[in-house]
């Protein structure tokens, strides 16, 4: 049967893979005979059982003649149902061989769908597995990807594994990990504390290890404690590194001065909890960056023995910044510059950008199969600069762009969202608004026979707080938001909530318009402790308050935003992506 890539495969991967595939004693594979073009001639004329053996034919002839990507068009588009079981096996191995070559991991995602149905012998079901586990990560699916890596390593103990099933489960959310967390298998079940303990502990390297030496003890045959995966064993070299002291440059009044409080009490709350909890902690000191000497600023900061800095929180300090070679001390900043790249050494950028989530959400609905989509954008500098970010995107990524509306944000939303789904119709519609005027957009839609369309939007339509009653107009609504304020849609629950104890006592402290201001200072600290990280193992992330956050090559902070969709006026996961959340992309 031909296997469609958009079809819900990965989750019937997953099922598999959980529950585990039989092995059996290898097999001989026959050596291919004859001209691939005549045998593909041959086939149109012929029955579909000997048409598909034809094809098989040609493709591995052609293969090995060293013309892949004609074999690999024809192995995946040849009816693999039509082939008896040892012959389909010998077409799962050159397709997945072909696909991998080729780098077209979902071609090797569609040979693994033998393993849903067959019990292919010992020899090839490791190889079909190892081709699939390294396939779903490039496809971006690690939950499934970790399950094939965990099977074939449960099957022959193989440390050479340990690097490419960490990379898997790095990746994943805690609400992902939760997912394997039922599995019977000592090794999985050891692998996921592992995976914990690192994630929780890898702001203070001493501590990490202390604690990585009594999980070896506990596991000695393991195969990641007979050779840890070289990330971890990388985090060793950043002994005596440790950021010990933070200088934090924060205005102490002037238009920032109330987000830079929130800032602030998120940095200091947490900074207790982690003392509390047994952490060495980081020593703060707290700077006013009121007058924006920058100069100034970082003197002070070495007078006071400070080892990194978090901080300006003022866009122009942090673009002037940006424009330097080197900044004298490692440096968080709590805002983006606006040059197109940060050239300064030794700078990090850091912010709750709408503009990013502008842009997540234009790769997810071309990931959803949406390829036109209309913009509401308030007419201010604020919507031109995230409607740009959209559009620019989404047209990057193959989509086109219907209309843009600017509205006017003390207007009704009657007229605007009319002529934003005018003629032409889109396939979606990318909204930002604040929630008293997003809660018109759905009901107006429905008004102009239009509720059938997808609506998109940032975290600012969210007040973060449950209020179904004034919410279900938003019924259906796609956003994304911070793991902090959609915890259920999130990770699956708060106690999976990274920095659990910090989230409850400021989720029960402080004002909801400042929730995800706190929450960022969470993460700038977090993220400032690991800095030495950051900077010499590349590709590291921290699964923050604030999203998955990695850092880009010139150091910009990256966020990856958990989705919810309103139902009944609360926001429910959104199921992985795919359109309307099922299937591989």
């Not at 502008?358 to 995230?386: C, E, H, I, K, S």
């Amino acid at each position: 049967m031909k296997i469609s890539s958009r079809g819900p495969l990965a989750a019937a991967l997953l099922a598999l893979l959980l529950a585990g595939c039989g092995m059996q004693p290898s097999m001989t594979q026959r050596q291919p005979a004859g001209d691939p073009e005549q045998l593909l001639q041959e086939a149109k004329q012929q029955e579909p059982a000997q048409a598909a053996r034809s094809r098989l034919e040609a493709a591995d002839i052609l293969a090995r003649q060293g013309r892949a990507p004609q074999a690999l068009e024809i192995a995946r588009n040849l009816d693999d149902g039509q082939l008896s079981v040892e012959q389909r096996r010998r077409w799962a191995l050159l397709l997945s061989e072909l696909g991998e070559s080729q780098d077209d991991p979902r071609a090797v995602v569609q040979a693994g769908q033998l393993l849903k149905d067959d019990t292919p012998p010992r020899d090839q079901a490791n190889l079909l597995l190892e081709r699939l586990g390294r396939a779903l990560g490039k496809l971006d699916k690690p939950l499934p990807a970790a399950a094939a890596l965990l099977r074939l390593q449960a099957a022959n103990d193989s440390e050479d594994l340990n690097d490419l099933i960490w990379a898997q489960l790095s990746n994943l959310p805690a609400g992902a990990l939760d997912k394997l967390r039922g599995s019977q298998a000592p090794d999985t079940r050891a692998w996921l504390t592992l995976t914990d303990l690192v994630r929780n502990n890898s702001g203070d390297i001493e501590r990490l290890f202390q604690r990585l030496d009594d999980w070896r003890d506990q596991h000695p045959d393991h195969p990641a404690s007979r050779r840890l995966p070289s990330k971890v064993l990388a985090l060793r070299d950043l002994r005596g590194h440790e950021v010990r002291h933070i200088a934090v440059f924060l205005p102490e009044d002037g238009p920032l001065a109330g987000v830079a409080d929130a800032i602030e009490q998120g940095m200091r709350a947490h900074h207790l909890n982690e003392v509390n909890d047994g952490a060495s902690g980081t020593r703060l000191s707290f700077i006013d960056s009121a007058e924006g000497n920058l100069d100034a600023l970082y003197r002070e900061a070495r007078n006071q023995g400070a080892q990194a800095v978090v901080g300006p929180l003022d866009k122009d300090l942090v673009s002037r910044l940006e424009q330097r070679e080197q900044v004298p001390l490692p440096t968080l900043a709590l805002n983006y510059g606006t040059a197109e790249h940060n050239r300064a050494e030794n700078l990090f950028q850091y912010g709750l950008s709408a503009e990013n989530e502008a842009r997540q959400v234009a790769r997810r609905g071309r990931v959803d199969g949406l390829r036109t989509a209309a913009v509401m954008v308030p007419g201010n500098d604020w919507g031109r600069r995230v409607g740009e970010a959209f559009r620019d995107t989404w047209l990057a990524n193959g989509g086109d762009i219907t209309r843009t509306e600017r509205y006017n944000p003390g207007q009704p939303a009657t007229e605007s969202t009319r002529q934003a789904v005018s003629s032409p119709r889109p396939d979606m519609l990318f909204m930002l608004a604040l929630p008293d005027y997003a809660r018109q957009v759905p009901p107006t839609l429905d008004y102009y026979s239009a509720s059938d369309l997808p609506v998109y939007a940032t975290s600012h339509l969210y007040e973060g707080r449950p209020q179904p009653r004034r919410d279900k107009d938003l019924d259906g609504v796609r956003f994304v938001d911070i793991p902090w304020q959609i915890p259920d849609a999130a990770v699956g629950g708060e106690d999976a909530l990274p920095f659990l104890d910090s989230y409850r006592q400021l989720r029960e402290e402080s004002d909801p318009s400042l929730f995800r201001l706190m929450a960022m200072g969470v993460d700038a600290y977090e993220l400032t402790r690991r800095l030495p990280q950051f900077q010499a193992i590349p590709g590291s992330e921290m699964f923050g308050a604030t999203g998955t956050l990695r850092v880009a090559e010139d150091g910009r902070i990256q966020r990856q935003l958990p989705w919810a969709r309103f139902l009944d006026g609360v926001p429910q996961p959104v199921i992985a992506p795919g359109r309307l959340g099922n299937g591989l992309p």
